[in-house]
């Protein structure tokens, strides 16, 4: 005879986790405060002018949905983090109405349009972004030299990829990579730099150009949060140690992109295959901002693993096409809205099977 079982039904969720919207937007925009401090110490006060504008026009437009629809989304952090990302996306010295015009484009169009958090197709801070990019071309590439170079007239207005983009149209192939390219032709390096790199070359028996320093710390010309790889590398830890990120999107996406640069980045400079400097590439532009913080946002990406590396790889291809043949020195930002576009594609064709259900068929 068996024994009767008394269970408690409930309505699902069945199971709850501690995470919340807000704990992992704050934790976000604290993983981030290091690398956009540095920003503002590298570029001044001007730096930290554009971030407010970015995230006071960011709030202030959740805040008008929020009265529209009845909601109340002010405090779960999303709005001040979409804010926060896309001033790290603007250029230190940028007329201020850029910075505003992506934020209310970012919040209005790209988010609310589509039913607020969680029903935008694409991640709201590269669409303000680009949308901006494209509006006011001009003013999203004009760049001011961190306070290092503060003597240096010459390339004031040149980003290392910018400076390369330019450099090689008439190119003939006289370097070996380009941090070569760049020493040959005058770009400026930190005095920190050229003593880094000779104690590498000394201790190992190298003879690596200079560059590769200014680029991990920061001490280059870019947009406001994306100069320090190590800053936003650091961040990063605490978000894989609070798995608020997992590693397939980045890990997918920075392999991708380094194997085709170590296959064809050599071309360009009259070298052969599998003879790309990966890791110039890696710590140039905002490869590293765009990886870990922006590729990964739950709501753009992939529900499955399979999809996430699928993800992941495709941004990393779009990235390498776009910044070695494109016309433009980046491609992280159309990258990741472009494979954004093809998520609900690859969540079709990657699902889960539910166990015991032949598909279009019914139950077995």
Known sequence: MSEKLNLLVESSPQIHHYESTASIMWSVVLCLLPAGIWGIWLFGTKALVVLVASIVASVLSEALMNYVFKKNTILDGSA???????????PPAVPLYVPVMA????????????????????????????FVFF??????????????????????SATPL????????????AAHGPAQFLMQNGYPHTAMDGRFTQWINNLFGTHLSGGYYDLFMGNIPGSIGEVSALLLLLG?????????????IPVSYLLTFGLFVW?????????????????????SGGLILGAFFMATDMVTS????????????????????????????????????LMNITVPL???????????VIENKGHV
């Open 162 to 173: 910018g400076f390369l983009k330019t450099g090689l149209i008439d190119y003939k192939g």
């Open 103 to 130: 934020s209310v484009f970012a919040i209005l169009v790209v988010k609310w349009a589509f039913g607020g958090l969680g029903g935008n197709f694409m991640n709201p801070a590269l669409a303000g972004r680009v």
């Open 263 to 283: 296959i064809f980045g050599g071309k360009r400079y009259g070298l052969s295959f599998f003879q790309g400097d990966v890791l110039f590439h890696l710590l």
């Open 236 to 248: 990063t830890v605490y978000l894989f140690v609070r798995k608020i990120i997992t590693w397939e």
């Open 302 to 337: 992939p529900l499955t693993r399979k999809g996430m590396i699928i993800f992941g790889a495709g941004t990393g291809l779009l990235t390498f096409i776009i910044r070695f043949y494109g016309s433009f020195p980046e491609g992280v930002s159309l990258s990741i809205i």
């Open 135 to 156: 509006s006011w071309t001009h003013q999203m590439t004009t760049w001011t030299m961190p306070k290092f170079f503060q003597a240096v007239d010459t390339v004031s």
């Open 346 to 356: 690859i969540d079709k064709y990657t699902k889960t099977k539910r166990f015991g």
């Open 80 to 90: 001040f983090l979409t804010g926060l990302l896309i001033g790290y996306n603007m």
